[in-house]
Every structure is written in structure tokens, then in C-alpha cells.
């Protein structure tokens, strides 16, 4: 008759006891360290088979100060952009035998530095983090001496971080010449969060094209996404600027553009063109078609971590880098264009 056994009561000391060598022996064989003969060693291994051992992972992982996790902190869960990142990260993480602990800061600084405390306690291995602010971390005063962080989307001013982004001031800059290239004049720029890197880059590149081909400078910016709504949308965009072309400067906007142009019975193309600076999902399934930047979402994740596991493995341990990803400007019909079949 089999003697049922509860798995989690067995204890390394069972092991031992089972394969009639030392505690210490059993404990290298676990640990895979050296000074252990293969006969013993596979003596143990069949002993923990037996009896069905399972290490206490956390346990291990606090007494060695490592977890073989790592954490990431995004701003907004619900944003394509943030999505393919998220899933970029994980597949590089399991590769390297590492789970993702997952934070949501929501655009709060308060909360990312929380979450940022919170995964510290948590005795992590590294971070991936989007951060919030501007250019001035709102965290670097609590990383760890030895913990190894990488930044993407935008950097920190002091470049203390590995970091990955994209040029979000050229990008932006192209994007408006191209509408401009189609004919539009009153182009109009609309934005969030006028004060972070990333907006106030891509509202740079717009001012610069603008300016270039001297045309008026039309922007439409809010400190927050809560108080920007398809109602101020079109305010912004018709009863004020009376525009022919629209910019939008992150997927959000261009939800809400989209939202307050049907509200109004305006139609893109017909009544204001409309480019996006994010793709997204069905933007190629819509009538007419969307225009957009786009950012290579799944690279922003794989190489931030490829630096993160680079510097855990200590396979680099030089000065901060910084990656910058090319966009590109996928035209359909929105803008004027004709894509191509």
C-alpha cells in the first residue's frame, strides 16, 4: 500500500536522511556546487525524486538575497503600446529562468515610487520601468546600491539607468511634414501631460515642422487624460482652429478625436485628415484608414531586458547605455494617401 505524503513537509533533512549522506552534501547537490561526487550526486537527485522534495524557492532566494525575479512597472495597463512591451520582457525573462512581478503606477508618481519600494522588499533581481515625470526621477534615491535598473520610453536626466526609447522629436517632425506635404495648413497638435519627456519631444518636432514651412502653431494640450474628452476634443479642433489636419500626440488622443468627430458628424479624410502618433489595432480595418507613427512596441521591451539580464548576468557592467528604436510612418488613408494594396 502506498504511504501517501505530504510534499510539503518534506524537508531537505528527509533527503539526507533517505540517501544516507550528510546535510551538507545534500544541501551542495541542491545548490549545484562543486566538492560533490556524481555517484553521490545522483544518489541525492533520486532521493528528492523519491520522496518527492520540493525546495522552498523563496526561502532559497532570500537567504541568497535573489528571488530570480524581476520587476516592471508600467504606466498604463490598458495601452497597446504598454501590452507588447509587457509580453516582450516576460518571453526574454522565461527564457533566462525569471518570472515578472507586474506594477501599475496609473501616471501617479506617488504610486510608482510605492511600487518601486514595494518590488525592492520584494528582493528583486532588476527593473524594467516606464517612468512617469520628466526628466527628474521621482525613485533613483531608493534603488539599491547593486540593483540594476533599465528605463524605457523616455530617460532620466543624470543617464543613471541603462534606457530605450525612440526619437520622438524627429518622429514627430516627419509626421508634420508629411501632412504639410499633402497641402493642410491649420494643422493642429493635440497632447497630454505637456511637461513629460516623451510629449514634450513629439510637441517639439510639431513646432519645429510648423515653423519651417511658417504656418500658424496650433496645439491643444492638457496636464491630464482625465480632463481631455471628445466635447474639449472638438472644441479644440473646429470651434477654435477651424483645422484641416490633426496630429495626434499618443493613442489616447486619437481615440478621442475619433470619438468627438463622430460626435460632431464630422468624417476623417473628408472633413479633417487625421495621422496618429501610436498605431494600433483595426487602424488598417477602419474607414478610411488611420494614419500613424509607429513604435516598435515589442523591441522597447526585448531590449530593455536584454541590457536588464546582461547586467545581471555581469556580462556587461560598463557605464549607463542608451538605445534609441527607429519609428516608422505607416501611411494609409487618413492623411491623404493611397496605401499600398
Given amino acids: 500500500m ?17 540517501a544516507a549522506v550528510s546535510l551538507k552534501t545534500a ?8 566538492l560533490v561526487s556524481p555517484k553521490t550526486r545522483a544518489k541525492v537527485r533520486k532521493a528528492m525524486v523519491r520522496l518527492g522534495y520540493r525546495p522552498n524557492e523563496l526561502a532559497r532566494g532570500l ?17 497597446p503600446f504598454t501590452l507588447s512591451a509587457v509580453r516582450a520582457v516576460e518571453e526574454v525573462a522565461r527564457a533566462n529562468g525569471f518570472i515578472v ?23 528583486i533581481d532588476g527593473l524594467v520601468i516606464a517612468p ?11 534603488i539599491p546600491e547593486g540593483l540594476n535598473v533599465v528605463t524605457f520610453d523616455q530617460p532620466l536626466h543624470n543617464k543613471l539607468f541603462d534606457s530605450v526609447m525612440i526619437d520622438n522629436r524627429r518622429s514627430s517632425k516627419n509626421a508634420v511634414q508629411h501632412l504639410i506635404g499633402h497641402g493642410y495648413q491649420k494643422i493642429v497638435a493635440l497632447g497630454t501631460h505637456p511637461h513629460r519627456f516623451t510629449s514634450s ?21 492638457v496636464e491630464q487624460e482625465g480632463l481631455m474628452t471628445s466635447d474639449w476634443i472638438a472644441e479644440q479642433v473646429f470651434d477654435l482652429h477651424d483645422a484641416d489636419a490633426v496630429i495626434c500626440m499618443n493613442w489616447v488622443c486619437t481615440m478621442l478625436v475619433l470619438r468627438g468627430l463622430r460626435k460632431l458628424g464630422k468624417r476623417v ?14 487602424a488598417d480595418m477602419m474607414t478610411p484608414t488611420i494614419s500613424a507613427v509607429r513604435q516598435p512596441t515589442e523591441a522597447f521591451g526585448y531590449e530593455a531586458a536584454r541590457l536588464l539580464f546582461e547586467r545581471i548576468r555581469r556580462d556587461f557592467t560598463g557605464k549607463p547605455r542608451s538605445i534609441l528604436l527607429p519609428t516608422k510612418l505607416i501611411l494609409r488613408e487618413s492623411c491623404g494617401c493611397v496605401p499600398l494594396v
Avoid at 544541501?27 to 562543486?34: F, H, K, Y
Avoid at 510605492?114 to 525592492?120: D, G, Q, W
Avoid at 512617469?132 to 531608493?142: H, T, V
Avoid at 479624410?269 to 483595426?282: G, M, Q, R, V
Wanted: no cysteine; aromatic share 4%.
Fill in 201 to 221: 519631444q513629439r510637441i517639439a518636432g510639431y513646432r519645429e515642422a510648423m515653423k519651417a514651412a511658417e504656418l500658424e502653431l496650433r496645439t491643444g494640450i
Fill in 2 to 18: 502506498a504511504i501517501a505524503r505530504n510534499y510539503n513537509s518534506i524537508r531537505l533533512v528527509d533527503v539526507a536522511r533517505e
Fill in 269 to 282: 479624410l473628408e472633413d479633417i485628415a487625421l495621422l496618429s502618433f501610436d498605431d494600433f489595432d483595426l
Fill in 27 to 34: 544541501s551542495r547537490v541542491l545548490n549545484e556546487e562543486p
Fill in 63 to 79: 537567504k541568497a538575497r535573489k528571488t530570480a525575479a524581476i520587476g516592471m512597472i508600467v504606466k498604463n495597463l490598458s495601452n
Fill in 132 to 142: 512617469i515625470g520628466g526628466l527628474r526621477s521621482n525613485f533613483a534615491d531608493i
Fill in 101 to 123: 512581478i507586474l506594477a501599475n503606477s496609473g501616471g501617479d508618481t506617488n504610486i510608482e515610487r510605492s511600487e518601486v519600494e514595494s518590488l525592492i522588499g520584494r528582493q
